[in-house]
């Protein structure tokens, strides 16, 4: 896909109910909606949360969103039966690409390396491949990549289901790489920590190198 070319979608009827639904929770978490539908809204919404807060409230407003999606006894089981072997982490990756691209756009599974418990790398298909993320090229900021999307979903299955993710953004070609089983690094020692503004789509992006205003507290 082409990174300068503005990809156009037609969601169907699962796909409007879903944003819908993450709309209604985010709209909810916020005490205030929004006046645009479908997937703008949902983005209009996501900016509304960046307003006034830091990325810590930001990245905690999006974990407690993402929690009232799933009840809370369901991540207790999870926890409590599924250890992160290649089968669950292979099952995750399947479920994410066939189910969510209505959120991040076309994706497919790839084979990845992941750390095996005796530290030696074992490849399996727990990997999602995103050609063109949809949220990053409509929010077109690298803050709300960070701190609504990256930091809160790989927390959100590293901690609270016990399988651990990887994101890996490509803020050049938009692409993004999903890894269940590999474990996050530190922020602090993380790529995106120091990823600048998107140059030509965030208002504050320039030629500097400098990181996004919006990624550090």
């Known amino acids: ?3 300068a070319e503005k990809e156009i979608y037609n969601d169907n009827l699962f796909d409007r109910l879903f944003i819908a639904l993450l ?3 985010m ?5 205030k909606g929004t006046q645009l539908k479908g997937y703008d809204g949902f983005v209009d919404l996501s900016k ?3 307003r006034g807060r830091t990325p810590r409230e930001q990245q905690e407003l999006v974990a407690a969103i993402l929690q009232s999606l799933v009840p809370s006894q369901l991540l207790a089981i999870v926890r409590a039966v599924f250890s992160p072997t290649q089968l669950v982490c292979e099952l995750n990756a399947w479920f994410g690409a066939t189910f969510f691209q209505w959120l991040v756009g076309p994706c497919e599974i790839v084979e990845v390396e ?5 530290e030696t790398l074992r ?3 727990s990997g999602i491949h995103i050609e063109k993320c949809r949220y ?3 929010s077109g900021c690298t803050g709300m990549c960070v701190n609504m999307c990256k930091l809160p979903t790989q927390d959100f299955f590293t901690q609270k289901f016990g399988i651990p993710l990887t994101m890996i953004p490509n803020f050049e070609d938009l692409s993004c790489e999903m890894i269940f089983g590999q474990r996050p690094l530190p922020f602090e020692e993380d790529p995106a920590y120091n990823q600048p503004c998107l140059a030509n789509r965030c208002s504050l992006g ?5 990181p996004c205003p919006k990624v550090r507290s």
């Open 1 to 3: 896909m082409n990174a």
């Open 23 to 25: 709309a209604w929770k």
């Open 27 to 31: 709209a909810a978490a916020l005490g």
């Open 48 to 50: 509304q949360i960046v």
């Open 114 to 118: 992941v750390p095996a418990e005796d």
């Open 123 to 125: 490849k399996q298909k």
């Open 136 to 138: 990053l090229e409509n």
């Open 206 to 210: 320039t030629q500097s190198l400098q």
